[in-house]
């Protein structure tokens, strides 16, 4: 080479380091360097909006000032500034053509790494030296050393000790890995080995990219970093699953089992961050595929762990509705979708479901119900049970709870007079089919009413009323009835068909009288007779434990998980239930029922039902 010799280098050599590399080697000595004030000005532009890639071109090019100052090579910048109108064209190739406009100028040989940058320049008659992209054997991140087996995530921060989640999900602590704290350069060099192996490793990409922010998924670790002026400082945050788990480890019933593959549903998996919400969504899609059904998921970043024949789609100019579009054109059984927050997600998620695709959409919430609350006012109320008809609440890395929405028309919890009846969704444990929170319009307004708890109010208030009607009535029934407060002006009776008519008067003189001198309005209906035969005549008792929870009182045979059984107290029937897989059965802490167990719970006794 000579001192005469000229190289222009592109953006895409500067950036990864190669001509500084090949200079370094001594493959063009004395050589005079024509930087174009074009790729100063994209460098720059990048580095203003917080790009890593920015700043490493400018370092490269810092380097090469610094070999210049030693007399290893000339170096000299060239060129016009691209106008406002250029910078905008950028991604159409106009500074690009700016770059190679220089080498043309000046008769150098360009340089570049990009391969539609060396064709074009090759047309244009230009001496080109393509250096093709290295392939190198991909070496552990620089970050993994911060992992453990249960390290689920680790947190950086610029002038901060460095800390890790540990444990397993639902039960972890944050730990401080270090006492030194991180410097900025130690978090620019683990930012470059990202961008470095997005570049070199098919599997991983650069999800996400604004100003100040760049999201990464390198293998099964998601990476977020956060700079100025997005953050007050540099920040890593490294999260990568710590489990890959089967559905079978969720031990979820059979029923709940053949919910999920019977046929194409609506199911949100709900429940607070780091519950294990994905990695449930991840089993389920493992066991539809092997179900035989075709699965795709949505998802920004991609991060759900599937089998390779389960496609991950990203959205298509950061809009998951066009994504949509494209799904349907696949016309896939069932497709995950990870996460659903926005509005749009929502109307995207309905719009997927109402076209007949099964739906799987995972779900930031604190409660079970919380999930169904979301869809209020993004979706019809009317169609909400055909969009989302299973709930599956996560909790700790459990399924803690799944609830069963189904559309009706009745009369709301509380309210009594038949006029009133009106579409009411139904929110109900899937287990033991207690409906647990109805949602309906009233007025203007939609509400989302509990119905376990209705009475927690005024329980002693409500109880003691149940006791003076029982007192008033028992004057006209010889036999036991049962009184349930259904609000504060209504209550309904449970009796004898032979002692109706003597409640009741002629012409309805007496019930009036009665409703008059309680000041309630009284529903009488006949008891059922059938359930006062179910005695246990010959039949073995259970002792179950008794327990309080918050929302619950349980009553526990373990041995009798799955069975139907009557419950009783001392000889009196109460009534008839399901044992829960747990082996329990749970009843409402304010109903009439909890506090018959509650008033003597050592003569509570469950005896398996007819047929069992």
Same mark, same amino acid.
């Given at each position: 080479?000579?001192?005469?010799?000229?190289?222009?280098? =592109?953006?895409?050599?500067?950036?990864?380091?190669?001509?500084?590399?090949?200079?370094? +080697?001594?493959? @063009?000595?004395?050589?005079?360097?024509?930087?174009?004030?074009?790729?100063?000005?994209?460098?720059?532009?990048?580095?203003?909006?917080?790009?890593?890639?920015?700043?490493?071109?400018?370092?490269?090019?810092?380097?090469?000032?610094?070999?210049?100052?030693?007399?290893?090579?000339?170096?000299? @910048?060239?060129?016009?500034?691209?106008?406002?109108?250029?910078?905008?064209?950028?991604?159409?190739?106009?500074?690009?053509?700016?770059?190679?406009?220089?080498?043309?100028?000046?008769?150098?040989?360009?340089?570049?790494?990009?391969?539609?940058?060396?064709?074009? +320049?090759?047309?244009?008659?230009?001496?080109?030296?393509?250096?093709?992209?290295?392939?190198?054997?991909?070496?552990?991140?620089?970050?993994?050393?911060?992992?453990?087996?249960?390290?689920?995530?680790?947190?950086?921060?610029?002038?901060?000790?460095?800390?890790?989640?540990?444990?397993?999900?639902?039960?972890?602590?944050?730990?401080?890995? !270090?006492?030194? +704290?991180?410097?900025?350069?130690?978090?620019?060099?683990?930012? !470059?080995?990202?961008?470095?192996?997005?570049?070199?490793?098919?599997?991983?990409?650069?999800?996400?990219?604004?100003?100040?922010?760049?999201?990464?998924?390198?293998?099964?670790?998601?990476?977020?970093?956060?700079?100025?002026?997005?953050?007050?400082?540099?920040?890593?945050?490294?999260?990568?699953?710590?489990?890959?788990? *089967?559905?079978?480890?969720?031990?979820?019933?059979?029923?709940?089992?053949?919910?999920?593959?019977?046929?194409?549903?609506?199911?949100?998996?709900?429940?607070?961050?780091?519950?294990?919400?994905?990695?449930?969504?991840?089993?389920?899609?493992?066991?539809?595929?092997?179900?035989?059904?075709?699965?795709?998921?949505?998802?920004?970043?991609?991060?759900?762990?599937?089998?390779?024949?389960?496609?991950?789609?990203?959205?298509?100019?950061?809009?998951?509705?066009?994504?949509?579009?494209?799904?349907?054109?696949?016309?896939?059984?069932?497709?995950?979708? =990870?996460? $659903?927050?926005?509005?749009?997600?929502?109307?995207?998620?309905?719009?997927?479901?109402?076209?007949?695709?099964?739906?799987?959409?995972?779900?930031?919430?604190?409660?079970?119900? =919380?999930?169904?609350?979301?869809?209020?006012?993004?979706?019809?109320?009317?169609?909400?049970?055909?969009?989302?008809?299973? $709930?599956?609440?996560?909790?700790?890395?459990?399924?803690?709870?799944?609830? =069963?929405?189904?559309?009706?028309?009745?009369?709301?919890?509380?309210?009594?007079?038949?006029?009133?009846?009106?579409?009411?969704?139904?929110?109900?444990?899937?287990?033991?089919?207690?409906?647990?929170?109805?949602?309906?319009?009233?007025?203007?307004?939609? $509400?989302?009413?509990?119905?376990?708890?209705?009475?927690?109010? *005024?329980?002693?208030?409500?109880?003691?009323?149940?006791?003076?009607?029982?007192?008033?009535?028992?004057?006209?029934?010889?036999?036991?009835?049962?009184?349930?407060?259904?609000?504060?002006?209504?209550?309904?009776?449970?009796?004898?068909?032979?002692?109706?008519?003597?409640?009741?008067?002629?012409?309805?003189?007496?019930?009036?009288?009665?409703?008059?001198?309680?000041?309630?309005?009284?529903?009488? !209906?006949?008891?059922?007779?059938?359930? +006062?035969?179910?005695?246990?005549?010959?039949?073995?008792?259970?002792?179950?434990?008794?327990?309080?929870?918050?929302?619950?009182?349980?009553?526990?045979?373990?041995?009798?998980?799955?069975?139907?059984?009557?419950?009783?107290?001392?000889?009196?029937?109460?009534?008839?239930?399901?044992?829960? *897989?747990?082996?329990?059965?749970?009843?409402?802490?304010?109903?009439?029922?909890?506090? *018959?167990?509650?008033?003597?719970?050592?003569?509570?006794?469950? !005896?398996?039902?007819?047929?069992?």
């Amino acid at each position: 080479m000579t001192e005469e010799f000229c190289i222009v280098p =592109d953006t895409s050599v500067i950036i990864d380091g190669r001509i500084t590399a090949r200079l370094k +080697a001594g493959d @063009f000595k004395s050589a005079r360097i024509i930087v174009p004030e074009a790729l100063m000005s994209e460098l720059e532009a990048q580095a203003n909006r917080g790009k890593e890639m920015g700043f490493k071109g400018l370092e490269e090019l810092k380097e090469l000032s610094d070999m210049a100052k030693r007399g290893e090579i000339t170096l000299e @910048f060239t060129g016009k500034r691209p106008s406002l109108e250029q910078i905008k064209l950028a991604s159409g190739g106009e500074i690009d053509a700016m770059i190679r406009g220089i080498a043309i100028e000046n008769n150098a040989l360009f340089i570049t790494s990009d391969r539609v940058q060396s064709e074009v +320049a090759r047309a244009k008659g230009l001496n080109v030296e393509y250096l093709v992209p290295l392939i190198e054997e991909l070496k552990a991140l620089s970050i993994e050393d911060y992992f453990t087996e249960d390290t689920l995530s680790v947190h950086l921060k610029v002038n901060v000790s460095p800390f890790a989640k540990k444990g397993s999900i639902g039960k972890q602590k944050l730990v401080q890995i !270090r006492e030194e +704290a991180s410097t900025e350069k130690e978090l620019h060099t683990l930012i !470059r080995e990202f961008i470095e192996r997005t570049k070199r490793d098919p599997d991983s990409h650069l999800e996400i990219e604004y100003e100040g922010v760049m999201v990464f998924q390198i293998g099964s670790m998601r990476i977020a970093v956060a700079q100025r002026p997005f953050s007050d400082g540099m920040e890593i945050t490294a999260v990568r699953p710590i489990a890959q788990v *089967r559905l079978d480890d969720y031990r979820l019933s059979k029923e709940l089992k053949d919910r999920i593959i019977e046929r194409q549903r609506g199911i949100l998996v709900a429940g607070p961050p780091g519950a294990g919400k994905s990695t449930f969504a991840a089993s389920v899609a493992q066991v539809l595929y092997e179900q035989g059904f075709i699965i795709k998921t949505m998802e920004s970043p991609r991060d759900l762990q599937v089998p390779d024949a389960i496609t991950q789609y990203a959205p298509i100019q950061r809009d998951m509705e066009k994504t949509a579009d494209i799904l349907l054109l696949v016309r896939p059984d069932y497709t995950i979708y =990870d996460e $659903v927050r926005k509005t749009k997600d929502f109307q995207v998620f309905a719009d997927m479901r109402m076209a007949g695709v099964g739906m799987i959409g995972v779900v930031h919430a604190t409660r079970g119900v =919380d999930a169904i609350q979301r869809l209020i006012g993004r979706v019809e109320m009317g169609i909400i049970p055909q969009v989302v008809d299973t $709930v599956i609440f996560i909790d700790k890395g459990e399924v803690s709870k799944v609830y =069963d929405v189904i559309f009706t028309v009745k009369v709301p919890q509380g309210m009594v007079e038949q006029d009133l009846a009106r579409p009411v969704i139904t929110i109900a444990d899937f287990e033991t089919k207690t409906v647990e929170y109805e949602i309906y319009t009233y007025g203007e307004q939609v $509400v989302v009413m509990p119905v376990t708890d209705v009475e927690k109010e *005024r329980p002693a208030t409500w109880r003691l009323a149940a006791l003076e009607i029982e007192k008033e009535l028992m004057k006209y029934s010889g036999n036991k009835i049962t009184v349930e407060i259904v609000s504060d002006s209504s209550a309904t009776v449970y009796m004898d068909e032979e002692d109706i008519a003597g409640v009741i008067g002629k012409g309805g003189k007496n019930i009036d009288l009665i409703e008059k001198r309680l000041g309630i309005h009284l529903d009488i !209906r006949e008891k059922k007779k059938e359930k +006062a035969k179910r005695k246990g005549n010959g039949i073995k008792s259970f002792v179950p434990a008794v327990e309080r929870s918050k929302k619950y009182v349980m009553l526990t045979v373990k041995e009798l998980s799955g069975a139907t059984v009557d419950v009783y107290s001392g000889d009196e029937y109460l009534f008839t239930a399901t044992v829960g *897989r747990k082996g329990d059965v749970k009843i409402g802490k304010e109903t009439e029922t909890a506090f *018959r167990v509650l008033e003597d719970p050592a003569i509570i006794t469950m !005896r398996l039902a007819p047929g069992e």
